[in-house]
C-alpha cells in the first residue's frame, strides 16, 4: 500500500463540488471503513447519519419490509452522509437495488453521500459514483478497527 495523505478523499470533494453541492452521489468503497466515511462527510461538511440505526434497527424484525421510499424520505429530509444504506438494499432485487442507485445517482435535491461497498458495481460510471482507489487510503491500524466497534 502507498503512503495515503489526505488527497485520498479529493476526488469526491471534486465531484461534489463539479455538480453544485447538490443531489445524490455515490462513494465506492472496497471495504467497510466508518472513520473513513466520517472524515469525508467532515471534509464534504455533511452531517453523518446512520440510516439503519435511526429507521431500521427500531423496526426489529419487520426491517426486512421496508420500502426504498423510506430511504428517500430520509434522504430528502436532511442528506448528509447516509451511512448504512445498504442494510436496506441488501433485502432488494438485484432490479430494484440497481434501479433505486442509478436514480439516486442522477436525483436533484439536497446534497447526499451513500458509501457502497457490496453493492458499489451495481451503479454504472456517472460523474456522481466516486470510486475511492484502496492504494490511495490511510492504512487501517489495529486502533482505527477498535474504533469501528
Not at 469526491?12 to 472496497?30: C, E, T
Not at 461538511?45 to 434497527?57: H, N, S, T, V, Y
Not at 452522509?81 to 442509478?102: C, F, G, P, V, Y
Amino acid at each position: 500500500m502507498t503512503q495515503a495523505n489526505d488527497s485520498w478523499f479529493s476526488p469526491v470533494l471534486a465531484a461534489i463540488d463539479a455538480n453544485a453541492r447538490s443531489g445524490g452521489y455515490i462513494v465506492a468503497m472496497s471495504d467497510y471503513r466508518p472513520v473513513l466515511i466520517q472524515v469525508v462527510a467532515d471534509k464534504c461538511g455533511l452531517m453523518l447519519r446512520d440510516f439503519r440505526a435511526e429507521i431500521l434497527k427500531p423496526k426489529g424484525w419487520e426491517a426486512f419490509a421496508t420500502p426504498l421510499s423510506e430511504l428517500d424520505e430520509y434522504i430528502v429530509e436532511g442528506g448528509g452522509m447516509i451511512m448504512n444504506a445498504e442494510a436496506l438494499l441488501s433485502t432488494k432485487s438485484s432490479d430494484e437495488r440497481t434501479a433505486w442507485l442509478s436514480r439516486f445517482s442522477s436525483s436533484a435535491g439536497p446534497l447526499a453521500v451513500v458509501p457502497l461497498v457490496v453493492f458499489a458495481n451495481d451503479v454504472p460510471p456517472s460523474p456522481r459514483k466516486v470510486v475511492l482507489d484502496p492504494a490511495t487510503l490511510p492504512e487501517e491500524t489495529l486502533l482505527t478497527r477498535l474504533i469501528d466497534m
